[in-house]
């Protein structure tokens, strides 16, 4: 508005972009982008000629960028009937501009220069590039904040920490002063379920998520492993689950190993 400007938006740039997904998403919601070789979803964004998202929209990545382009035109003159213009990449062929016709959107497709190789400012398509990359950054450490905040609840939720509580050993008392604080017994219990469920070593435990780094977690497992702390958690769930009448007694595994007899023994 200090440039003179009306506040309802005119123009538009368009875009999308395809991000794998993690391996607990429901298959129903993601698809394979054939063009980009990306298992995952599709999220496309129109934004107003200084970056803020006007619509937004997320698929499959299968959904091709023209059917994504005219969903995101449909949604923002819809909010914005102001809007009157909109620039896209080469994804966007006729099946996008024809619909943004009829909606009263001149939809142009601005092409790259060919005879310029690497990277430079391409017209309008920059402003959305950006956007993306604000975006992209931000979700990545919303999710490294959701993972650090909830994964000791999750690998250690309260029943079982509940258990646990009743079987550890007390923490040695530390001289007045001494040493750095103590990390939990519950997040290095989250840290070795970790280590045991996804087959990561010791040295790759990210500490980022869980406090304890690797070798305390690992320090801690051999002194629970010494105090027999597994096999008595061991017992203790099983007869919690005996009591609730949810063991299944009707099969059962057997096996055998064979040891080195030390010298001289019998």
């Known amino acids: ?3 003179g400007r009306k506040p309802e938006p005119t123009g538009s740039v368009i875009d999308t972009q395809s991000v794998k997904t993690s391996t607990n998403v429901p298959l129903t919601s993601q698809g394979t982008d054939a063009a980009k070789k990306i298992v995952g979803r599709k999220r496309g964004i129109l ?10 929209t997320v698929t499959a990545a299968s ?3 023209n059917s994504v382009g005219i969903r995101l035109l449909d949604q923002a003159k819809k909010t914005y009937p102001t809007i009157t213009k909109s620039w896209g990449d080469t994804g966007f062929k006729n099946a996008v501009i024809e619909p943004g ?23 309008r ?16 450490w919303f999710g490294r904040l959701w993972g650090v905040t909830g994964i000791v ?60 780094s690797g070798p305390t977690a690992h320090r801690r497992f051999t002194q629970w492993s010494k105090a027999r702390v597994w096999a008595r958690l ?8 005996g009591s609730r009448g949810e063991l299944d007694w009707s099969r059962c595994a057997i096996d055998s190993v064979n040891m080195r007899a030390l010298k001289k023994g019998t």
């Open 1 to 3: 508005m200090k440039e």
């Open 47 to 56: 934004i107003d000629t200084i970056g803020l998202i006007l619509a937004v």
């Open 63 to 65: 959904l091709s960028e």
């Open 101 to 123: 016709a009829r909606l009263g959107i001149d939809v142009e497709v601005v092409n790259r220069n060919p005879g310029v190789h690497g990277f430079y400012v391409v017209k």
């Open 125 to 140: 398509r920059w402003v959305v590039e950006r956007s993306q990359g604000w975006l992209r950054d931000h979700l990545i």
């Open 153 to 212: 609840e999750r690998l250690v939720p309260d029943e079982l920490w509940e258990l646990f509580q009743r079987v550890v050993p007390e923490a040695p008392a530390r001289p007045q002063g001494g040493g750095r604080r103590r990390h939990g017994d519950r997040e290095v219990l989250a840290a070795i379920v970790f280590v045991a469920t996804s087959g990561c070593t010791w040295q790759q435990l990210p500490a980022a998520s869980f406090g304890p």
């Open 234 to 241: 061991h017992r203790l769930v099983l007869d919690e689950l």
